[in-house]
Structure formats: structure tokens, C-alpha cells
């Protein structure tokens, strides 16, 4: 039997991964969400599910797997494998901020996984009970200088943008307040309204409902323009918080070894559901500010842009897990 050469077993593979492109996907796709159902990232998800199957030709089956800063959802998919059937909701927490938080991450963001296609991003709003003591963002900030560590912030885990937001809050007002994190982020927006802590920082579009029903009252939100959602907020910097700005990013990645053809799949047919006007009008009426119409390797530059802008703002604001 003649040796077969490693030129040869390339293009055997080359062949192999052309061939499973060209009949990607023949069933369902799951696609993991890091965060509790009702988050941000969950009706995102929700909101790409129908169409994105309709253009794969297959079922899209949205999974939560809420917790531990998104590590349950990104470990589970970087042991799943490489075929382009199991994706997750990767967002700044899961391939930026988890890498200055964590001593060790488990897992690489960059190395571990490719980039599929960047979604959408957002604001974040920092709310409080309606009926409490704090009616602007001054009178928050008066409070927790006035009484260091006495006051108190929810968020729907370590390390999400909810606990960074206040964390950054904290970092350039010179205060301190305690965490509370909570399983996802509907607990944590609970309670707020109960009352069981002071404040907290949650993606605009899952709490904007809340605050204009009067159950929640918001402060200012994060983003560098006033958010549609709630025009009567003002930013944080209108606020009186000079150079606070913080954005939420979502996009889909796919496990490390995914073929390139299926990434291709998968990112044409992304960019096509978030370029449908219908879909656009949805988002955007729920909060969702920022569309980007990026190739993986652009994704990929974000990411990597998202990691030099967030690792130092997670250092310098001392929020750390072991």
C-alpha cells in the first residue's frame, strides 16, 4: 500500500471541509445565550431566530445557559464541535472583560473561537426605585460619597457590563458601594424595584418597558447620544459624569476549528437577517443603537479593539474573580 503524502491528506481535508460547507447546515443550529432569558442578549437571539432560520434553511434553537460570567455557555461551546452547529452569543463580557476579570479564564476568547458575525450593541441605564431618596445621578453620587460602602448595586453576575458599569461609576467619582450579583439579570432588575438594593446598571432595552410603566426610575444611561428608548434620560456625561461611556456589543462565535466555509455561511446569512429593514425598526425600537455589516476578519478586529478598550478599564477598576 502506497504512503499517502501530507500534501495529499491537506487537500483530502481542504475537500472534506468544502464539501461539508456546500451542505451546511442539514439540522438544527443551536445557538447558546450566556445570560438568562429576558436579558439582552436573549431577545436578541429571540428576535434573529425566525429569519435566520428561514435563511439556513434549518431550525435555530436558542438555549440559556445563564451564569458565572458567561462561562457555562462559552465553555460549553468551545468543547462542542468544530461543525458549525453549536454557536454562542458572545457580547464584551464573554471575549473582552472576563479576560481582565478572571486570574484564569478557562478559556481563550480569541483562541478558542471564531468570530462569526458582529449583531448589534447598545446602552446600558442605571435605574433606581421610583419612590426612593434619589432623583438625579448628583443625588446617587452625593449618597455613595457620603457613605462609603453602606450603599448597595444589584447586577446579573461578576463581570457583566451591569457590575462593570457601576464599577466604572465608582472608579471616576472617587466611591465605593457593595455588589450584589444576582443569577441573571431579571433578578437583579427585581431587586431594584424591591428595593433590596440601591441601584443598579441593566441593557436599556430589557428595563426601558419597566421605567416607562413607572416601576423603575432611570438615572441617565451610558451610551455618547441620549438612547431612543428613553429621550427624557440623559447620558451619563450630561449627567455630570465627564468621559463615562460604556456600550454593550453582541455577535455570534463558533468553536476554534469551525471550516472557514461554514463561517462564511453563517456570516452571510447574519448580515443578511440584520440587514432586513423590518428587523432593523424592531431592534432599534428596543434599544439596540449600533449595526455593523462586518466580515469575520472585521469582527475579529473589533474584538480585538474591545479587548484593548476593556481589560485596562476592568484593571483600573479593581473588579476582580479568582
Known amino acids: 500500500m502506497k504512503k499517502i503524502s501530507g500534501v495529499c491528506l491537506a ?30 442578549a436573549d431577545i436578541l437571539a429571540r428576535a434573529i ?26 465553555q460549553y461551546v468551545q468543547r462542542s464541535a468544530p461543525d458549525g452547529y453549536t454557536l454562542v452569543m458572545g457580547s464584551n463580557t464573554t471575549w473582552a472583560i472576563n479576560k481582565g476579570l478572571f486570574k484564569s479564564l478557562p478559556y481563550d476568547p480569541q483562541k478558542d473561537f471564531k468570530p462569526v458575525a458582529y449583531l448589534a450593541g447598545g446602552s446600558n441605564v442605571l435605574i433606581v426605585k421610583p419612590d426612593g ?17 453602606r450603599l448597595t448595586f444589584s447586577s446579573g453576575g461578576n463581570g457583566t ?25 431579571p433578578q437583579g432588575v427585581t431587586a431594584v424595584m424591591a428595593g433590596e438594593v440601591d441601584f443598579g446598571f441593566y441593557n436599556t432595552p ?10 423603575l426610575k ?13 429621550p427624557d434620560a440623559p447620558t451619563m456625561i450630561q449627567a ?10 453582541f455577535g455570534l462565535l463558533a468553536p476554534a476549528g469551525t471550516p472557514d466555509g461554514v463561517i462564511a455561511r453563517l ?10 429593514p423590518a428587523l432593523r425598526q424592531k431592534l432599534q425600537a428596543q434599544g439596540y443603537e449600533v449595526f455593523q455589516d462586518d466580515t469575520p476578519a472585521q469582527f475579529g478586529e473589533f474584538i480585538q479593539a474591545d479587548i484593548d478598550k476593556w481589560v485596562p478599564l476592568v484593571k483600573k477598576s479593581g473588579a476582580a474573580i479568582d
Not at 438615572?219 to 428613553?230: M, V
Open 240 to 249: 455630570g459624569v465627564p468621559g463615562y461611556v460604556i456600550s454593550v456589543d
Open 133 to 149: 431618596k434619589y432623583d438625579t445621578l448628583a443625588s446617587l453620587v452625593a449618597a455613595l460619597k457620603a457613605q462609603p460602602n
Open 267 to 276: 456570516n452571510q446569512a447574519a448580515r443578511a437577517v440584520m440587514k432586513d
Open 49 to 74: 431566530q425566525p429569519e435566520l432560520s428561514r435563511l439556513l434553511g434549518q431550525s435555530v434553537v436558542v438555549e440559556n445557559k445563564a451564569g458565572g460570567s458567561g462561562l457555562i455557555a462559552m
Open 11 to 40: 487537500a483530502l481535508a481542504g475537500c472534506a471541509f468544502s464539501a461539508h460547507a456546500d451542505t451546511f447546515p442539514s439540522h438544527p443550529i443551536t445557538l447558546e445565550v450566556p445570560l438568562a432569558a429576558g436579558s439582552t
Open 218 to 230: 432611570a438615572l441617565a444611561t451610558t451610551g455618547e447620544a441620549r438612547s431612543p428608548l428613553l
Open 161 to 185: 457590563t451591569h457590575h462593570l458599569s457601576a464599577e466604572y461609576l465608582k472608579a471616576l467619582t472617587g466611591t465605593h458601594a457593595m455588589h450584589v450579583p444576582y443569577r441573571g439579570a
Open 206 to 215: 430589557s428595563v426601558s418597558g419597566l421605567v416607562k410603566e413607572g416601576r
